[in-house]
């Protein structure tokens, strides 16, 4: 059975960075899509950032473009986000999710394993 757990959230001040963990167990993390999303309060969770490995180019909401890296270490079998350039607007419960196949979908509905969340919270 595959599971993921994520780390790395916390108390930030606007403009600070912050990098979240999603450790995976169960499966092999190089034949396995990952995704990040996110739910701010009283808002639907929204799609974050993902990559396919090895293939696929990251994919980026609009809203973190340019502030937001994916990346992987194979050896840990983790994924990471690297948040840089908070702003208060990022406070949500971020949650990492994954997928067999090699796309990169937007759409929670098409990851069927999830970790629990972790809280970010960016104040002024």
């Known amino acids: 059975q595959v599971q993921l757990a994520e780390s790395g959230g916390g108390l930030v001040q606007a403009g600070g960075s912050l990098r979240l963990a999603c450790a995976v167990s169960?499966?092999?993390?190089?034949?396995?899509?990952l995704a990040w999303f996110r739910q701010r309060p009283g808002k639907e969770r929204e799609f974050v950032a993902g990559q396919s490995w090895p293939r696929d180019s990251p994919k980026y909401a609009h809203a973190v473009t340019g502030r937001f890296a994916v990346s992987r270490d194979n050896d840990k079998n983790t994924d990471f986000l690297q948040m840089n350039s908070l702003r208060t607007a990022d406070t949500a419960v971020y949650y990492c999710?994954?997928?067999?196949?090699?796309?990169?979908?937007?759409?929670?509905?098409?990851?069927?394993?999830w970790g629990q969340g972790t809280q970010v919270t960016v104040t002024v």
């Open positions: 169960g499966r092999d993390i190089r034949e396995y899509t």
């Open positions: 999710a994954g997928r067999v196949g090699a796309l990169v979908h937007t759409t929670a509905t098409n990851y069927g394993t």
